[in-house]
């Protein structure tokens, strides 16, 4: 192997160039139009433009990176995660065009790329699996009468791709047309399959993985579970080992689970074996309430292989996101580990050779809101945290990064190692804090309040925990007076010299906006950075300098970068804020009572769907669009009660942030 193409992009580019650098192989990036001056672009010993924009004009074209490896003369293939990674038909081309698939076999990815075809496999070797639906026929009819058969509550899945999408909860039958429509529509884009099936939804279980390797000559290892439980619309965003429940009976028993199903299926390379495991894992206490046993598999006070504490999700056949989490575990290169493994090398491990040491955590910062809409834009500063001390941060974040609405909101990850959880988790939170991310939202200040939830703290994070403490951990990022006075202040002198060594005698009104909220200042420049700062007939002392603000006494770490139109976002400690001047706007009236006229797209997207019609009555949750936004489907609600007066837009337009959806008719007036 002498040159090897990454059919891939950001963080994950970065990450297989790193290591094939380091064992001597060239390396050739590939690129979009809105990647052109993307950092793995740059870090590529050679760089091939495949044109277009969007993943189907670019990354998703075979043949397009066939003909790039063949022009770069690329001897080696390595997809990445994502994109085309656990497509068969792009791993048999790529081994037709003579190149060395650095992945598992096409047939292996093809009996398990399918979770149907992998829980069919599962279950003629023993491993536990769900009751469910797997079959061929499609048809709406035959999903209402399975899903009847298994009882509810049921789980829709699309039977390709991950991530999430193509998921659906059902608790009843009347939701479950609309649910296979929606699910259908989301794994048709994001797959290019519309394939679905059913399973019984287990409704607090963990969300556990396991990482198996295997080799071409037989032999095949697991380097222990991943918690991947603390998720937000099906997507991980915590992912931590060893998991807080499993412990080494347990873990082996997951382990040979997960190896049984590689073996079973021909694997060869790197493989996560994803399970569900629910009820009371430190005892024997039989299957969870309202679910069989697992088929195949037995209860451990009969002496069976397996528990039935745990059921198989799906096996994802590449490497995934947080596998630096199994790295910085047993401090193996796992990119390494796959090149070795496609050159025909055996694995450089046994079983009993894999050590996991201390204790592993990664958060996945993305470009998001709290309420995890995703957001384009610009990134106007961006800092590492001190990168040691068991820290690590694989990203492809740069101050002029463009973050498009054509990929995946995430932006990187960062991962922290340390001796115990507790010591891990603290590490985490504290470089989160010390990250500075500014010029669109993102969700890391959201990641570190997680991190210090006390239900996360003690280990007790299950799949619905966002869902149950989603709201309290929301309220936890509202910045304290003294943030919101430093990032206002900040934003105010921002590009300006601090006030000079003459005081002006005159107090200078300012008024900003937080949201909803506004707050109007009277500042007395006292001269050599001084300020004396009224609020709401509260009197602070301030002083401006290079580093910040500080405020009656405090200190406080400011970084401020303008969006434009009066809108600043600023960085205060491990506060984020987006404010708004409102100095020179004219005073807004409440309208008719206040109530919404109107709705906005809330981020960029492409309308999927337009439910909306002028003239018709609408309930206040109601969806009335849906719009497709970095590969996720989002439903759109109507914030009110009202009579729909006109629609702006039209299914299979793109929309910008801000942009008018629909108009509202005023709220009748009663007497």
Same mark, same amino acid.
């Given at each position: ?47 091939? =433009? ?195 429940? +499993? ?25 996560? +074996? ?173 990641? =570190? ?42 934003? =105010? ?41 009224? +609020? ?33 976002? +600023? ?101």
């Amino acid at each position: 192997m002498r040159r090897l193409l990454i059919a891939n992009r950001g963080e994950i580019a970065r990450r297989v160039i790193r290591t094939a650098h380091r064992m001597g192989i060239a390396s050739v990036a590939v690129y979009s139009d809105p990647d052109a001056k993307a950092l793995h672009v740059r870090e590529a010993g050679t760089a091939f =433009a495949l044109g277009g924009a969007s993943s189907a004009e670019s990354y998703l074209r075979i043949q397009r990176l066939i003909d790039a490896a063949r022009a770069t003369g690329a001897d080696a293939l390595h997809p990445g995660y994502g994109f085309l990674s656990e497509n068969a038909d792009f791993a048999q081309a790529v081994t037709d065009a003579g190149l060395v698939w650095v992945g598992p076999p096409p047939e292996a990815i093809r009996a398990l790329g399918s979770k149907s075809a992998a829980k069919a496999l599962a279950q003629r070797h023993g491993v536990p699996v769900l009751p469910g639906y797997f079959g061929d026929d499609q048809r709406d009819e035959t999903f209402i009468a399975e899903a009847a058969r298994i009882g509810y509550p049921v789980m829709v899945k699309a039977v390709a791709g991950g991530g999430g999408r193509g998921m659906r909860l059902v608790t009843e039958a009347a939701q479950l047309p609309a649910a296979l429509a929606s699910a259908r529509a989301e794994a048709l884009a994001g797959f290019g399959s519309a394939d679905l099936l059913i399973e019984r939804a287990v409704l607090r279980p963990r969300h556990v993985e396991v990482q198996v390797f295997a080799d071409a000559h037989g032999q095949c290892i697991h380097l222990g579970e991943r918690d991947c439980s603390v998720q937000r619309r099906h997507q991980k965003i915590i992912e931590e080992a060893p998991s807080p429940a +499993v412990g080494p009976a347990l873990r082996e028993q997951l382990g040979a689970a997960a190896v049984a199903l590689a073996q079973a299926a021909g694997y060869v390379g790197a493989g996560t +074996v994803e399970f569900l495991l629910e009820g009371d894992v430190g005892t024997a206490a039989g299957p969870p309430q309202g679910c069989a046993a697992p088929s195949g598999g037995s209860d451990p006070r009969s002496g069976g292989a397996w528990g039935p504490h745990f059921f198989l999700m799906e096996m994802n056949t590449r490497l995934q996101v947080e596998h630096p989490v199994t790295e910085m575990l047993t401090g193996l290169d796992l990119v390494e580990w796959q090149i070795r493994v496609a050159r025909g090398e055996p694995l450089p491990l046994t079983q009993d050779q894999v050590q996991l040491k201390g204790h592993a955590i990664e958060v996945r910062l993305c470009a998001e809101d709290e309420r995890f809409n995703p957001h384009a834009g610009t990134v106007r500063a961006f800092m590492e945290p001190p990168l040691a001390d068991g820290l690590r941060f694989d990203h492809a974040i740069e101050p002029g990064t463009e973050v498009t609405p054509h990929y995946d909101a995430m932006l990187g990850k960062l991962i922290a190692h340390a001796a115990t959880r507790e010591q891990a988790v603290e590490r985490l939170a504290h470089a989160l804090d010390a990250t500075v991310l500014l010029g669109l939202p993102s969700n890391r200040a959201f990641l =570190a309040a997680c991190l210090r939830h006390p239900v996360f703290g003690a280990g007790g994070a299950l799949i619905p925990f966002l869902a149950e403490q989603g709201e309290g951990i929301r309220a936890a990022l509202r910045p304290p007076h003294d943030a919101v006075l430093a990032a206002v202040l900040a934003a =105010a002198y921002a590009g300006q010299p601090a006030p000079g060594a003459l005081p002006c005698p005159f107090a200078r009104p300012l008024r900003w906006a937080l949201g909803d909220a506004l707050f109007d200042l009277a500042v007395l420049e006292k001269g050599n950075g001084r300020l004396n700062v009224t +609020v709401d007939g509260r009197p602070h002392t301030a002083v401006l300098d290079a580093m910040g603000v500080t405020i009656d006494g405090a200190h406080h770490t400011t970084t401020a970068v303008t969006l434009g139109e009066g809108r600043w976002h +600023v960085q205060v400690g491990p506060h984020t804020l987006m404010l708004s001047d409102m100095s020179h706007a004219a005073r807004a009236s409440a309208g008719a009572g206040g109530a919404v006229s109107e709705l906005r797209a809330p981020f960029n997207g492409k309308l999927v769907a337009v439910h909306a019609r002028p003239g018709a009555r609408v309930a206040k949750g109601d969806t009335l669009f849906a719009i497709e936004s970095m590969k996720i489907e989002h439903q759109i609600a109507a914030p009110r009660d009202a009579t729909v007066q006109a629609v702006s837009v039209s299914a299979g337009q793109q929309v910008a942030p801000g942009q008018l959806l629909v108009s509202f008719a005023s709220p009748e007036v009663t007497a």
